[in-house]
């Protein structure tokens, strides 16, 4: 068996270390199960790809969550579907872990966040994932103040509806 390409083995370790944000962002934007996986293929396909092009000097975890928003965002453009979180069960965000109360918390925060429009819901997830405002402007490229200005009433909208 021949040894794999520079190429093939940078890829795999990129997948390997990165596959759980990679299902993370195909979940937030995926109908059902069978689209999470068909959504998580289409990155990895992006990231193969986009692999000679990658510019070092960005992080990995960066480039890679671009990536995966913008696939997540064309595709949705291309087909005109809409993502709905609570079709999704529990066990592909980790959730079941949690107790029964934290997961009706969490079930309710990820059906809110899945309401969102598909700028606003990348821009949560990558503010929940502790991403500064400054990454959040690299990965979406929004302005550092619109990210900013968008978080605030995204949060403000995400309280009201979670308080109806």
């Known amino acids: 068996m021949s040894r794999p390409s520079e190429k ?11 596959d759980a944000l990679i299902y993370k962002v195909c979940y937030m934007y995926a109908e059902d199960r069978d689209h999470l996986e068909d959504l998580h293929q289409e990155v990895a396909a992006n990231v193969w790809s986009g692999l000679d092009g990658f510019n070092s000097m960005a992080k990995v975890s960066t480039w890679v969550y671009r990536i995966a928003l913008n696939t997540c965002i064309t595709y949705f ?10 079709r999704l069960d529990e066990t592909a965000y980790g959730l079941i872990d949690e107790s029964a109360e934290r997961q009706a918390q969490l079930r309710m925060m990820y059906e809110l966040i899945g309401r969102l429009g ?10 929940l994932d502790e991403h500064s405002y400054d990454e959040i402007s690299e990965i979406t ?13 995204i949060k403000q909208r995400l309280s ?5």
């Open 141 to 153: 490229g929004l302005s550092r103040s619109n990210v900013a200005s968008r978080l605030y009433r």
């Open 118 to 127: 598909k700028i606003d819901k990348a821009i949560v997830m990558l503010w």
């Open 77 to 86: 453009r291309r087909h005109g579907k809409h993502s709905s979180v609570s």
């Open 160 to 164: 009201s509806s979670a308080d109806k």
């Open 8 to 18: 093939t083995e940078r890829f795999l370790e990129i997948l390997r270390d990165h």
